[in-house]
């Protein structure tokens, strides 16, 4: 009686994992199946519940690969300039300008540069000079300590001399390439391609594309291309900076407006430079760039481009030329496109044009808050990647909205894309720092077809052969490897679709890589059980026994193969990535269908029919 309780028991235990591995079998080629419809048609109902697929690759498909070089001495700059205006808030609280922990006013920065003037030195440095010299000692070690990534390089007669530490730059520039990498990713996954590959190398992005489809490369160039660097400034329209200007440069000219300057200025006269033509942005470009290299620009300021509408004289209401004008601005800036939270479409009720609408989160709102409190009748400079979309008057404070026009004499459906394209963007945050187009290649199909259908026959030949000698050699035992090793191939396939994962050309190699491995781990067991039969054993103890003793020897074989991926996998390019995810999942549905799959073929061939004998050759 305890004997078939035992075996009732042992029965339940098999049917339930029977069970698992059919269930497991029947969800890999559902999943698999919308991947080769069409050469096995999947049925609707399949394809509505199981929409994944496995992805061709770029080398398999064709497509666009795309290189970018990230500007990482950027990342540094940008650093630097941000300790900057840390330092400026930081010195005002040392000289009793500011409360501890606010963030100084306008007018608050202008009495705190009456006293210290704060400005670049070289790529890495900032040169902090007091004008009354003991005011350099409330700048002491323990303050500047207290930022991480600065040091103090020299301090001399009022004037301290801070860098950023040579350890901490190549920090700043891997996390500017992982940060760029990871917002890219985001920006492709944002349309839609979930096809698409993004890997970084040195300082270098490589993004690659499958496909065929023009339009879809150029929408992608596009996105890509922009930092969304978004800052919100406030327009210093009364001063004269601009109108003392001479010596313009050919082509370009002062113009005058008469904006709003604050509640007690209405209205004054404001100077800004203008350029027209096919290269007025370039030309206007170079010359603001002369003034910042030659230090001419007042502490505390910059200045930015911002397209001029044009209008046709002849055809009034029509674009004219291009044009394009300054504006100058200050430069501090309190809120970015990080205080962002939400950001999306909508049309202007007065004119129907799109615009994009923003939505700032709880921290972003104060802020805003707070700036345009104290500049209502200013206007407000929306700059995006260095250039004012738009420069409104601000009428009254503003909370958490705030909208971006990029209206013009430009048609609807042109307005409509760029706002499109810059929630996009927006929503997958900005670049860390520029990136520059480094080389660019189209990939035909007709190589990766013949590659893949070339590599194809190869691994399938090779399978049928391997799958052939072992019914052979192996008889009985040779059926049942086969069997796991077409469930092994059905379970990674199936795992690949699940995840659409992408099938290159290295990725097939993994493939039939695996499928040698798996056959390996099942000759492991036959050997092994082989081995027990000609001791005399009975059957089922040959069994219990072949499998306990094999399983160490699979696991040590493919653990350590396993490892090999992992190196691969951390140290190699995106071809070599694939290769080694593959494998590393292979070795996985191998081991599980070595060990636990044929052990269930096993066991009911040797307890449920009860065979006495087994031919394994």
């Known amino acids: ?145 207290w930022y991480g990534d600065l040091r103090e390089k020299s301090r001399s007669g009022g004037v301290v001399v801070l860098e950023v530490r040579s350890e901490g730059l190549e920090r700043i520039r891997e996390s500017a390439i992982d940060q760029a990498r990871e917002t890219i990713s985001n920006r492709i996954d944002a349309i839609g391609l979930k096809e698409a590959s993004v890997v970084a190398q040195d300082t270098d992005i490589i993004v690659e594309v499958p496909g065929t489809e023009q339009s879809q490369f150029d929408k992608i160039r596009d996105i890509i291309s922009q930092t969304a660097k978004l800052e919100f400034k406030i327009v210093h329209d009364e001063s004269d900076f601009i109108a003392e200007l001479d010596d313009l440069p050919e082509g370009i000219e002062q113009q005058v407006e008469f904006p709003s300057a604050g509640e007690d200025k209405p209205r004054v006269e ?84 799109p615009y994009v609408g923003l939505v700032f989160n709880d921290l972003g709102a104060r802020k805003f808050s707070k700036l345009t409190r104290a500049n209502i009748k200013r206007r407000m400079a929306i700059v995006l990647d260095d250039r004012v979309e738009s420069a409104p008057v601000i009428q009254t404070e503003i909370g958490k909205n705030c909208q971006i026009t990029l209206g013009g004499y430009r048609g609807y459906n042109q307005i409509l894309k760029e706002a499109q ?26 190589l990766g077809h013949d590659a893949v259908r070339k590599g194809a026959m190869g691994a399938l030949i090779g399978v049928v052969l391997v799958l052939c000698f072992m019914v052979i050699y192996y008889q009985v035992a040779g059926l049942i490897a086969d069997a796991m090793v077409i469930l092994n191939l059905l379970l990674l396939l199936g795992i690949m679709a699940f995840f659409e994962a992408t099938l290159t050309l290295p990725g097939l190699a993994a493939l039939a890589l695996t499928m040698g491995m798996a056959v390996d781990a099942n000759v492991l067991i036959t050997e092994r059980i082989r081995e027990e039969l000609r001791a005399d054993k009975s059957l089922r103890s040959a069994v219990d026994q072949g499998f306990g003793r094999a399983l160490w020897a699979i696991l040590d074989s493919q653990v350590t193969t396993f490892l090999a991926g992992v190196v691969l996998f951390q140290f190699g390019s995106g071809p070599i990535k694939g290769f080694a995810v593959m494998l590393m999942i292979g070795i996985c549905t191998s081991v599980f269908t070595a060990v636990f799959g044929s052990r269930v073929l096993f066991d009911w061939i040797v307890r449920g029919l009860r065979v006495q004998k087994l031919r394994i050759g």
């Open 421 to 446: 394209q810059l929630v996009v963007v927006l929503k997958a945050g900005a670049l860390p720092v520029p990136i520059r187009p480094a080389n660019e290649q189209m990939i035909g199909p007709t």
């Open 1 to 145: 009686r305890s004997d078939e309780k035992a075996a009732w028991i042992m029965d339940r235990g098999w049917y339930a994992r029977f069970s698992l591995l059919t269930v497991l079998a029947v969800f890999a080629w559902l999943t698999l199946w919308p991947s080769i419809d069409q050469w096995v048609p999947a049925p609707a109902l399949v394809k509505q519940y199981f929409e994944k697929k496995i992805s061709p690759g770029l080398d398999i498909r064709g497509g666009l690969r795309l290189m970018y070089e990230v500007e990482v001495e950027e990342a540094v700059l940008d650093r630097r300039n941000t300790r900057s205006e840390q330092l400026l808030a930081r010195v005002g609280e040392k000289l009793d300008i500011i409360p501890e922990g606010e963030s100084p006013t306008r007018e608050q920065r202008a009495k705190i540069r009456e006293k210290v003037t704060i400005k670049p030195q070289g790529d890495r440095g900032i040169r902090i000079a007091f004008k009354n010299p003991a005011d350099a000692d409330k700048l002491d070690r323990k303050t500047v300590k």
């Open 270 to 353: 404001s100077t800004f430079l203008s350029a027209r033509g096919e290269d007025a942005r370039q030309r206007l470009s170079a010359y603001v760039d002369t003034l910042g290299q030659a230090d001419t620009i007042p502490e505390g300021h910059d200045i930015r481009l911002g397209r001029l509408e044009a209008v046709d004289d002849e055809n009034a209401g029509q674009p004219g030329e291009e044009a394009w004008r300054t504006y100058y601005l200050y430069s501090p800036v309190d809120v970015t496109g990080q205080h962002i939270e939400e950001t999306y479409i909508a049309n202007d009720p007065q004119d129907g044009t």
